[in-house]
Nanobody, 125 residues
Framework: QVQLVESGGGLVQAGGSLRLSCAAS????????MGWFRQVPGKEREFVTA????????YYADSVKGRFTISRVIDKNTVYLQMNSLKPEDTANYYC??????????????????WGQGTQVTVSS
């Protein structure tokens, strides 16, 4: 089992920045791909970005490419999401997720095995 706890959400003005953290416990993340998803009420959970624990390969949705950066600190078992140039349309509940796979990144939320509780990000215009 992997337990994930997100933090760092909040309210920010358009153009501002936030950094989300996802602290993992319970098992090593060596055999996992870590992802961030977001969801607004009434819509499906949307893929934002993912990183392979081994090698650190990163993948981004087109809507956040160039503005968001995912990273991980191995000895802290923590994944980060640096969000810059935030837009009102980035407003959502952001979830950290873990997929049991070495290198296979999947953009579907169904492919992820473990989820955090979510952290709200609100971007005002």
């Amino acid at each position: 089992q992997v337990q994930l706890v997100e933090s760092g959400g909040g309210l920010v003005q358009a153009g501002g920045s936030l950094r989300l953290s996802c602290a993992a416990s319970g098992r090593t993340l060596r055999h996992h791909v870590m992802g961030w998803f977001r969801q607004v009420p009434g819509k499906e959970r949307e893929f934002v970005t993912a990183i392979t624990w081994i090698g650190g390969s990163t993948y981004y949705a087109d809507s956040v490419k160039g503005r968001f950066t995912i990273s991980r600190v191995i000895d802290k078992n923590t994944v980060y999401l640096q969000m810059n140039s935030l837009k009102p349309e980035d407003t959502a509940n952001y979830y950290c997720a873990a997929r049991t796979a070495l290198f296979s990144v999947d953009w579907s939320s169904d492919a992820y095995d473990y989820w955090g509780q979510g952290t709200q990000v609100t971007v005002s215009s």
